[in-house]
C-alpha cells in the first residue's frame, strides 16, 4: 500500500489540515481506515490520534483509491469538531468493537420512549394533511372570481 498525498491545505478556524490523498493497493482491495490513517501519520509527520480518515473512494476494478482525511492540531479539536460516527470508525478494532457493543445495550433502555414518540408522529401528520385540503377550497372559489373578473 503506497499513500501520496495530492492536495495539503491548512485550515486555521478549525486549527486542521485538511488533506487529499491518493492509496495505491495493488495486492489488496481498498484498505481499511486505520492503516490508512498510520500511513498518512507517518507521511504527514503527525501523531496517530490528530489524524481522521473521513472517506475512501475508489472505482471498481482499479488499485488506486481517493479520499479525505483531517489532521488536528490536538485531538480535543477533533472531538468538538467531527461527528461521534466519524471518531468511532477511526478508532482500532478492537476499541470500535467495545464501543459498538455499550452502545447497542443503550437502546435497548430507550425503546418504550421511541415507540411513544412513532405514535404520536401520525396523529400530527393527519392534522396537517387537513390544513392544505381547506386552503386549496379557500383558494378556488376566488381563483374563478378572478377568472370571471378577467373575461368582463
Same mark, same amino acid.
Given at each position: 500500500?503506497?499513500?501520496?498525498?495530492?492536495?495539503?491545505?491548512?485550515? /486555521?478556524?478549525?486549527?486542521?489540515?485538511?488533506?487529499?490523498? /491518493?492509496?495505491?493497493?495493488?495486492?489488496?482491495?481498498?484498505?481499511?481506515?486505520?492503516?490508512?490513517?498510520?500511513?498518512?501519520?507517518?507521511? &504527514?509527520?503527525?501523531?496517530?490520534?490528530?489524524?481522521?480518515?473521513?472517506?475512501?473512494?475508489?472505482?471498481?476494478?482499479?488499485? @488506486?483509491?481517493?479520499?479525505?482525511?483531517?489532521?488536528?492540531?490536538?485531538?480535543?479539536?477533533?472531538?468538538?469538531?467531527?461527528?461521534?460516527?466519524?471518531?468511532?470508525?477511526?478508532? *482500532?478494532?478492537?476499541?470500535? &468493537?467495545?464501543?459498538?457493543?455499550?452502545?447497542?445495550?443503550? *437502546?435497548?433502555?430507550?425503546?418504550?420512549?421511541?415507540?411513544?414518540?412513532?405514535?404520536?408522529?401520525?396523529?400530527?401528520?393527519?392534522?396537517?394533511?387537513?390544513? *392544505? /385540503?381547506?386552503?386549496?377550497?379557500?383558494?378556488?372559489?376566488?381563483?374563478?372570481?378572478? @377568472?370571471?373578473?378577467?373575461?368582463?
Amino acid at each position: 500500500m503506497d499513500v501520496k498525498i495530492v492536495k495539503d491545505v491548512r485550515n /486555521e478556524l478549525f486549527g486542521r489540515r485538511e488533506i487529499d490523498f /491518493e492509496v495505491v493497493h495493488t495486492d489488496s482491495g481498498t484498505p481499511d481506515r486505520f492503516s490508512v490513517r498510520k500511513a498518512l501519520a507517518s507521511k &504527514a509527520g503527525s501523531k496517530l490520534e490528530n489524524v481522521y480518515v473521513l472517506s475512501i473512494m475508489n472505482d471498481t476494478g482499479t488499485d @488506486k483509491s481517493l479520499g479525505r482525511a483531517d489532521v488536528y492540531e490536538n485531538r480535543q479539536f477533533a472531538e468538538k469538531t467531527l461527528p461521534r460516527y466519524l471518531l468511532i470508525r477511526n478508532m *482500532p478494532p478492537e476499541e470500535r &468493537a467495545k464501543v459498538q457493543k455499550v452502545e447497542k445495550e443503550k *437502546p435497548e433502555e430507550k425503546k418504550p420512549e421511541a415507540k411513544k414518540a412513532v405514535e404520536k408522529k401520525p396523529e400530527e401528520k393527519k392534522v396537517e394533511e387537513k390544513k *392544505p /385540503e381547506e386552503k386549496k377550497e379557500e383558494k378556488k372559489p376566488s381563483e374563478k372570481t378572478q @377568472k370571471e373578473a378577467r373575461k368582463a
